[in-house]
């Protein structure tokens, strides 16, 4: 009888807190959460704490909330990445992923970035006909404006708070169970 509820004591305290761990998160994107991009990003990517399954995907939504087109998603590992069809025009955007994490859980999120790239203003025909020659003008790079940073959204906060909750309420279930079990063999003796 001793036997098997150590036994069972240990298969808890194994099994259960990478159970309680396993949610995937969003760890990077590009374009990065809340971002402002000033050139319109050819694809959306992101990446996960976890390996993820090809089932995951994703939807790109204007401020109107209109779903934008983009391309199939497409995992590797924990990295899931669409192409988008057309360039986006200036505004916000919200990405609206799910996942179906390593764990086999499915995981929801969004999060949003912004295009604001400059406008390019037509010369009226006066005006290019007093230009001699063009001047060179440097267009921005796309690696210099769109770059991963780690995110963290309320609703990651909150997922992580409740898992580091179960965690301890975990621990000291175990830590009851082992006092109980020290108490039987005491009493044995």
Known sequence: MMKRIVFMVLTLVLLIPGAVMAHSKLETAVPAKDSTVEVSPTSI??????????LSNFKLHNAAGDQIETGKAEVDGS?????LADP??????????????ADGHSVK???????NAP??????PEASANVTSPEPTATPSPEATVAPVPTKS?????????????LLFII??????????VVLLRRRK
Do not use: H, Q, R
């Open 45 to 54: 990517e992101m990446s996960f704490d976890t390996k993820i399954e090809s």
């Open 79 to 83: 990295t899931m990445k669409g192409s």
């Open 88 to 101: 986006l025009e200036n505004g916000t955007y919200t990405v609206k992923w799910t996942i179906i994490g």
């Open 109 to 115: 999120g969004d999060y949003s970035f912004t295009v």
């Open 119 to 124: 406008v390019a203003v037509e010369p009226s």
């Open 154 to 166: 309320p609703a990651d906060l909150k997922e992580e708070s409740k898992s580091n909750a179960n």
């Open 172 to 181: 000291g279930g175990i830590i009851v169970v082992a006092a109980v079990i």
